[in-house]
């Protein structure tokens, strides 16, 4: 079966939601089965519906921060996993001024009467946890603090992948060899995919984000437009192509786009980016990028 890793951007705007971008939202499956949803602006159920996901397969849910369109959407992605008969386990990461009202809203809401909600604080400059294993093989959730107007942070999700047989042999053999390494072993190598959430660039988005094959870097501003920027804990264009050419990034998705850039205008960000880091692409709601891991 093909390692595949699919990103599908349900809502790429700024703080303001419009018809064409909906505020941030971002789903991850892959190959082994698993859901993440990188934040829930408040369009979040409609893009999953338009996307063909059912609300009740996300199983992973991790905020960047507290700001409204970050998280206005999970009040009611959660009443739907409720009302759609959702058993499964549902785990959360937030920050702890964020996860602490989502256990109150948890309770309130009477959610684990349905199905259990695991929320895990996020706090301190970094930190992992592993969301799942099969076999060999694992994905990691780690957080790093990005730089914004309030307490920030952004994720990356890791697949590490035990060794393969470079050519089938005998399964006894097959049995030594991995557990004992040795020629014939093809090491494959981590896939990583980054997301900042709404920040301005600094070294710890570098850090954070270092050696990803593909990073999601909000792009809020055209280039001209850095005082505004920094003022407000944003990126420009510029600014987030220089994160993803700092960090060694393989490929650069620019969201989180002003509602001052209607339709083809923001085809300028993508422009600018480009000038900076070539493998630069303008997010749209609903798009979808398939990478082979
Ligand atoms: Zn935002
Ligand atoms: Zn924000």
Sequence with gaps: MARQVELITLGTGAALPSLERQTAGYLVRDWMG???????????QQRL????????????IAITHGHGDHINGLPGLLG????????????????????????????ANKFEQQFPVEVIDVSGDEG???????????????????????????????W?????????????????????GGEGL??????????????????SVVRGASGANVLIHECTFEASMQAEA?????????????????????????????????????LQLE??????????ILAWDLARFVMNV
């Design 34 to 44: 698993n859901v993440v949803l990188l934040d829930a602006g408040e369009g979040v």
């Design 80 to 107: 739907t996993m409720q009302l759609s008969g959702r058993k499964s386990k549902l785990t959360i990461v937030a920050p702890k001024y964020i996860a602490d009202p989502i256990r109150e809203m948890v309770e």
């Design 49 to 60: 519906r338009q996307a063909d996901v059912s609300p009740t397969k996300v199983e992973f």
């Design 186 to 203: 093809k090491v494959i190598r981590p896939f990583k995919l980054s997301y900042t959430g709404d920040t301005s660039p600094c070294d």
């Design 128 to 158: 992992s946890i592993v969301l799942s294993t099969q076999g060999r093989d694992s994905l990691a959730l780690s957080w790093f603090r990005v730089c914004h107007s309030i307490e920030a942070y952004g994720y990356s999700l890791t």
């Design 230 to 266: 920094s003022q407000y804990g944003h990126s420009t264009s510029v600014g987030a192509a220089q994160d993803a050419l700092r960090s060694g990034a393989g490929k650069l998705i620019l969201s989180h786009v002003s509602t001052r850039y209607e339709g083809y205008e923001a």
């Design 160 to 180: 590490t992948l035990g060794p393969r047989l470079e050519s089938p042999v005998e399964p006894l053999e097959a049995r030594r060899l991995l557990q004992e």
């Design 271 to 280: 422009q600018e980016a480009r000038s900076v880091f070539p493998n630069s």
